[in-house]
C-alpha cells in the first residue's frame, strides 16, 4: 500500500529555515516524480516543488532560490528545506505522489511564519 | 510564471449540467500541458478526478469529463449531484514546472 507522511512543521520565525521530509512506503521514491504542494489557511492549492525519478527539479517562481527538494534513497524520503521563511509560507505542506495518473497524497504538516 | 485562471465561482442545479474552464496566460491550453482536475472538500486532501486532459480514475464519477474547449481545458459536470458541492482546482504543466488555478467554488443548489 503506497503511503506518505509528512513531518517537520511547525512554528518559525521569519527567516528561519525548516526541512520538511515525507516518509514513503509502498513504492520507491527513486523511481517516482514526487511533488510538494502547500495550501495556506483558507486559501487554494499552491505547487511548489517536484523531484523527478531522473533526479531534476522544478520550482514553483514563489519559492525558487530559497526551497529545496530533495531525496534519500537508502531511506525511502523526500524533504524540503526552506530558507528565508517569510510570513506566506505558512501552509499546510502536502507530499503528493500524482503524475501519470496517480493519486497519493500525505495528511499534510502545518508551517506557521511569525514571530 | 504563467497564470492559471479558472472561475472563482459556480452554482449548478440538481441534475443540471455545469462546465469549469482553465485558461493560461501564456496561451491556449494544450494537451501538453497535461492539464489536471483536483476535487477538495472541506477537511480533506484533493483528490485526482481528471488527469492528461480526459483521463478518469476509477472513483471519477462518470458524470464528470475532461475536455479542451476553445482554447482552455474543461471540466464538464452533466446531472449535477449534492455531494458535487466542492472546490475544484485545475493544474497545468509547464514544461516540468506545475501551476495551479486559482480554484472554483461549486455550489450545487
Known amino acids: 500500500e503506497v503511503q506518505l507522511v509528512e513531518s517537520g512543521g511547525g512554528l518559525i520565525q521569519p527567516g528561519g529555515s525548516l526541512r520538511l521530509s515525507c516518509a514513503a512506503s509502498?513504492?520507491?521514491?527513486?523511481?517516482?516524480?514526487i511533488s510538494w504542494v502547500r495550501q495556506a489557511p483558507g486559501k487554494g492549492l499552491e505547487w511548489v516543488s517536484v523531484?523527478?525519478?531522473?533526479?531534476?527539479?522544478f520550482y514553483a517562481d514563489s519559492v525558487r532560490g530559497r526551497f529545496t527538494i530533495s531525496r534519500d534513497n537508502s531511506k525511502n524520503t523526500l524533504y524540503l528545506q526552506m530558507n528565508s521563511l517569510r510570513a506566506e509560507d505558512t501552509a499546510l505542506y502536502y507530499c503528493?505522489?500524482?503524475?501519470?495518473?496517480?493519486?497519493?497524497w500525505g495528511q499534510g504538516t502545518l508551517v506557521t511564519v511569525s514571530s | 510564471q504563467a497564470v492559471v485562471t479558472q472561475e472563482p465561482s459556480l452554482t449548478v442545479s440538481p441534475g443540471g449540467t455545469v462546465t469549469l474552464t482553465c485558461g493560461s496566460s501564456?496561451?491556449?491550453?494544450?494537451?501538453?500541458?497535461?492539464p489536471y482536475w483536483f476535487q477538495q472538500k472541506p477537511g480533506q486532501a484533493p483528490r485526482t478526478l481528471i488527469f492528461?486532459?480526459?483521463n478518469k480514475h476509477s472513483w471519477t464519477p462518470a458524470r464528470f469529463s475532461g475536455s479542451l474547449l476553445g482554447g482552455k481545458a474543461a471540466l464538464t459536470l452533466s446531472g449535477a449531484q449534492p455531494e458535487d458541492e466542492a472546490e475544484y482546482y485545475c493544474?497545468?504543466?509547464?514544461?516540468?514546472?506545475?501551476?495551479f488555478g486559482g480554484g472554483t467554488k461549486l455550489t450545487v443548489l
Open positions: 523531484i523527478y525519478s531522473s533526479g531534476g527539479t
Open positions: 492528461d486532459t480526459t
Open positions: 493544474l497545468l504543466s509547464y514544461s516540468g514546472v506545475r501551476v
Open positions: 503528493a505522489k500524482i503524475d501519470y495518473g496517480e493519486d497519493y
Open positions: 501564456t496561451g491556449a491550453v494544450t494537451s501538453g500541458h497535461y
Open positions: 509502498g513504492f520507491s521514491v527513486s523511481s517516482n516524480h
